[in-house]
């Protein structure tokens, strides 16, 4: 096959791929792409040929492409990476990019590139992901999502010394309601206790069921009064309303912070010693450490 027979039979490949090819010089500026890579960045080859990333996209953008240019380069061997990339006209794509040094002429070492939109890809993978960290019957997060965030709050609080509190809710007699109503109602009763209490917190609490009618909420950048008031609130709203037709539930709470040397046993041993004060104290109320 002739030189230019190969050149056609090459560029109509390249043209009839999905995924984005594209090609840069030692200079990082842009010899060469398909079509694809065309429609995508929405520019005519012409106003893309010859200029670089810094005079295409915003800075930002830039910025992250030659960065990543030039560790490929700086290794000398093909690089995969992949993120979400904001284009110039606000569309958000998750972008797998594999990159790879060519030589475009006698020692001049170049970029080739190919990136795939794998957009909807990452966001089932999301999807999946949040999943399971969601308990199948309250919808609230599981104890899995719970052991995540408290090593993730533990960690800021080693760091930056930002607080966080922690409120172990028990809910009272829980056996009764099974029996007395049937575990499907039993059921029902979680459900709306759950959503009882998410709409009683804000965005830097977090609830999670942590075992049958068990919850914790972990409570971010708080004073001792305030998660002392949140939970006091709590407890006076679940025993004032019905969950169910006929049934009324109360619960315990233990109420501490986290201290210096803390790690998620210590809190748990602590939390949960101080819900079991307020089961012997008599159930339906809040017991939290006085001195820290
Ligand atoms: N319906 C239903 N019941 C559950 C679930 N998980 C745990 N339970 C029930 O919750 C009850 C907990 O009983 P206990 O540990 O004796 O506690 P309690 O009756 O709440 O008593 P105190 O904790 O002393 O107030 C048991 O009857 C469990 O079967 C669930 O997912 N659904």
Known sequence: ?????????????????????FYKDKDFKYIGCNTAFLHFINISADKLIGKNDFEIFDHDLASL???????????GKIRTNEEWVTYPDGSR????TKKIPFEYATNHIGILGIS???????EAHQQLKAQTLLDELTKVKNRKAYNLKI?????????YQTPFAIISIDIDDFKKINDNFGHDIGDKVLQSFSALIENHIRQT????????????ILSESKT??????????????????????????????????????????????????LLYQAKTNGKNNIVFKPVE
């Not at 492409?65 to 700086?74: E, I, T």
């Not at 037709?245 to 210590?266: E, F, H």
């Open 116 to 122: 795939r939109d794998i957009t909807s890809l990452e």
């Open 224 to 273: 001792k009064i305030d998660t002392i008031q949140l939970a006091e609130k709590l407890r006076q709203t679940v025993a004032s309303k019905t969950l169910m037709p006929g049934i009324n539930i109360t619960i315990s709470l233990g109420i501490c912070a986290v201290i210096k040397g803390d790690c998620a046993n210590s809190i748990a041993k602590r939390v949960d010693s």
């Open 65 to 75: 492409f030659r960065h990543h240019d030039k560790l490929m380069l700086a290794e």
């Open 93 to 96: 794509v998750y972008l797998l």
């Open 1 to 21: 096959m002739k030189y230019l027979e190969k050149d056609l039979l090459l560029n109509s490949v390249i043209n009839l791929i999905d995924d984005l090819i």
């Open 151 to 159: 090593k993730a709050l533990l960690a800021g609080f080693e760091r």
């Open 205 to 216: 609490d977090h609830l999670f069921r942590v075992g049958g009618e068990e919850f914790v």
